[in-house]
């Protein structure tokens, strides 16, 4: 787990407890002792890459300090259907009213890196690296992207804070490309910025005015055939950072990797997500 981020993490696990227990976990005070002592374990229910174990075991301890967990695998190891993940014993009431906040985290950053380390398999070979994007959960970014490295695949920018993204409404805006670039460069210098700087091109057009401009580190190719990419991957020769961004799927991913982009972002790999199968179940 990423440290900077450890308080973040335990703030949206906070929140998250208090989401889903509100003013007390009714259904298991009202037929559980509470001097019952138990143990329980997670199952896979199918194959994955795991991910988000540190964060379960965050949950359980902001639930019940005393509640002892140990964890089976870690973050990034292949799991198969029937295996078991982790194990949690102490209070039955603490272990239920930790379940669906620690299962919810696990189940969804399992399938964004089962998803990561299936995309990024599908383009070994090649020098693209497999990108993703602000396409997140709101509040669960850093979560989200963490299950992405997990898988694989490399981080983009976290937001708008850590690079320049000139895309087609910043474009238009500010009155066209050679604008576009002018400003952000004032922009960095009187602010005494130091970030790189990408801009999205549509066409050829447009990217024959970034190529006569410059002044940029990566260009953004945005829904451009695979043929059109490579294209542009012989026009721009190297000189900048080339990126491929739009509608690429899992059929088309492995053609643009072969085009000789550096980068290609999916968003899928965090948007369009079906949660893990997980369980936890008594461990008798």
């Given at each position: 787990?990423?440290?900077?981020?450890?308080?973040?993490?335990?703030?949206?696990?906070?929140?998250?407890?208090?989401?889903?227990?509100?003013?007390?976990?009714?259904?298991?005070?009202?037929?559980?002792?509470?001097?019952?002592?138990?143990?329980?374990?997670?199952?896979?229910?199918?194959?994955?890459?795991?991910?988000?174990?540190?964060?379960?075991?965050?949950?359980?301890?902001?639930?019940?300090?005393s509640?002892?967990?140990?964890?089976?695998?870690?973050?990034?190891?292949?799991v198969?259907?029937?295996?078991?993940?982790?194990?949690?014993?102490?209070?039955?009431?603490?272990?239920?009213?930790?379940?669906?906040?620690?299962?919810?985290?696990?189940?969804?950053?399992?399938?964004?890196?089962?998803?990561?380390?299936?995309?990024?398999?599908?383009?070994?070979?090649?020098?693209?690296?497999?990108?993703?994007?602000?396409?997140?959960?709101?509040?669960?970014?850093?979560?989200?992207?963490?299950?992405?490295?997990?898988?694989?695949?490399?981080?983009?920018?976290?937001?708008?804070?850590?690079?320049?993204?000139?895309?087609?409404?910043?474009?238009?805006?500010?009155?066209?490309?050679?604008?576009?670039?002018?400003?952000v460069?004032?922009?960095?210098?009187?602010?005494s910025?130091?970030?790189?700087?990408?801009?999205?091109?549509?066409?050829?057009?447009?990217?024959?005015?970034?190529?006569?401009?410059?002044?940029?580190?990566?260009?953004?190719?945005?829904?451009?055939?695979?043929?059109?990419?490579?294209?542009?991957?012989?026009?721009?020769?190297?000189?900048?950072?080339?990126?491929?961004?739009?509608?690429?799927?899992?059929?088309?991913l492995?053609?643009?990797?072969?085009?000789?982009?550096?980068?290609?972002?999916?968003?899928?790999?965090?948007?369009?997500?079906?949660s893990?199968?997980?369980?936890?179940?008594?461990?008798?």
């Amino acid at each position: 787990m990423w440290e900077k981020y450890n308080q973040d993490i335990i703030s949206h696990i906070e929140l998250a407890l208090k989401e889903d227990v509100g003013q007390a976990d009714h259904s298991s005070l009202s037929c559980i002792e509470k001097t019952t002592i138990d143990k329980a374990k997670l199952v896979a229910k199918q194959d994955c890459i795991i991910c988000g174990i540190e964060v379960a075991r965050k949950v359980y301890n902001q639930v019940d300090e005393s509640v002892k967990f140990t964890a089976l695998k870690k973050d990034g190891d292949k799991v198969k259907k029937g295996e078991e993940i982790f194990k949690v014993e102490g209070s039955a009431i603490s272990i239920l009213t930790a379940e669906r906040t620690a299962l919810n985290y696990m189940q969804r950053l399992s399938a964004i890196s089962t998803r990561t380390s299936y995309y990024q398999s599908l383009i070994e070979g090649t020098n693209a690296k497999l990108l993703d994007t602000r396409k997140t959960t709101p509040t669960m970014r850093i979560l989200e992207k963490y299950a992405v490295k997990t898988g694989g695949g490399t981080n983009h920018r976290f937001g708008l804070y850590d690079m320049i993204m000139l895309k087609d409404n910043h474009i238009d805006f500010a009155g066209g490309i050679s604008k576009a670039i002018d400003k952000v460069h004032n922009y960095l210098k009187e602010n005494s910025l130091n970030i790189k700087i990408e801009i999205e091109v549509r066409d050829f057009s447009e990217l024959n005015q970034v190529l006569e401009k410059g002044g940029v580190d990566r260009i953004m190719l945005d829904n451009f055939s695979v043929e059109d990419t490579k294209k542009a991957v012989e026009i721009i020769n190297k000189r900048y950072e080339i990126e491929s961004s739009g509608g690429i799927n899992e059929t088309t991913l492995p053609l643009y990797a072969q085009t000789g982009v550096d980068f290609i972002s999916v968003g899928a790999l965090t948007h369009k997500i079906d949660s893990i199968d997980l369980s936890l179940v008594a461990d008798n």
